[in-house]
């Protein structure tokens, strides 16, 4: 009897794209040498935003009757709230405040609006396999209109506003427009992103030759970030750098250290001529 080996391909998502674009080391040390996750700090925009996309998921999954308005919505932030990253009780508690308040005008904003699609999925995840790797990501809403055409929603917790070449340019936008017409061919899609500190949204969509221009780049990003062998690459000083988690680990680096100097000295115009 012989027994069938499946081997499991690797998983590539927007986070990770985006990551190994800013910074191949940044990717090294967060997803393939396990020594970085010793120097990862917790962020407090990253738990603010978990927090109030756990609200959201709430308010519009239709199986999900916990938050049905604003009350419910400041209660269930309460609960939900994610506490890591947040230099103290104060900065806390200032945040949360202000998470309230945007909830608040987010849910009264959604219950004066008419809303001519239904909400299809929340946190969905999609994907599409590759020969080499599987493109995965997971989207925050996704809405179906009465001619059969989708909408991808994407909350930004941090921000104010958005332009619409903001989403046409949009990474992660693009990938999940990729995901969602694979898995519905015949469906229009586009996408939203939603600024939730002001409410501001913008849409856009890839024209069917961007997107199989972006699909073939994007097979060929991924196995460029799957085939590097990440041991042999040198780390080299970048903007990113003076607040990177993982400056003291780049610092052991052959030469590093003393680029790094060089660098900032360059940055702060006291390099000699
Ligand atoms: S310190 Fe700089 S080179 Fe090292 S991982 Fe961070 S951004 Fe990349």
Not at 18 to 33: E, G, N, P, R, S
Request: net charge negative; charged share 30%; proline share 3%.
């Amino acid at each position: 009897m012989t027994t069938k080996m499946t081997t499991r391909l690797p998983s590539l998502s927007p986070t990770k794209i985006v990551t190994y674009l800013a910074c191949d080391h940044k990717y090294k040390w967060t997803y393939v040498d396990s020594r970085g996750k010793w120097f990862i700090r917790s962020k407090s925009y990253f738990s603010f935003g978990t927090s109030l996309h756990s609200v959201l998921q709430k308010l519009h999954d239709q199986n999900d009757v916990s938050v049905v308005n604003a009350e419910d919505a400041v209660n269930a932030l309460e609960s939900n709230w994610v506490t890591e990253g947040y230099a103290s009780a104060d900065e806390m508690a200032e945040a949360q405040a202000r998470g309230k308040e945007i909830l608040l005008e987010y849910v009264d904003r959604e219950v004066t609006r008419q809303k001519e699609s239904r909400t299809l999925f929340v946190e969905k995840t999609l994907v599409w396999k590759y020969p080499n790797f599987v493109l995965r990501g997971r989207i925050d809403r996704i809405e179906e209109y009465p001619d059969g055409s989708l909408e991808i929603i994407d909350y930004k917790s941090g921000r104010e506003t958005v332009l619409e070449e903001e989403v046409h340019n949009d990474l992660a936008m693009a990938i999940y427009q990729l995901l969602l017409q694979k898995a519905y061919p015949d469906r229009d899609v586009r996408c939203t992103i939603i600024a939730l500190k002001s409410g501001h949204n913008a849409t856009s969509k890839l024209t069917d030759d961007e997107m199989a221009d972006f699909a073939f780049q994007i097979e060929l990003l991924g196995n460029e970030i799957i085939g590097t062998d990440f041991d042999l690459r040198r780390p080299s000083p970048k903007p990113l750098c003076e607040r990177c988690d993982f400056l003291s680990l780049c610092k052991k680096e052959p030469d590093f250290a003393e680029n790094f100097r060089h660098y900032q000295d360059q940055q702060t115009g006291i390099e000699e001529d």
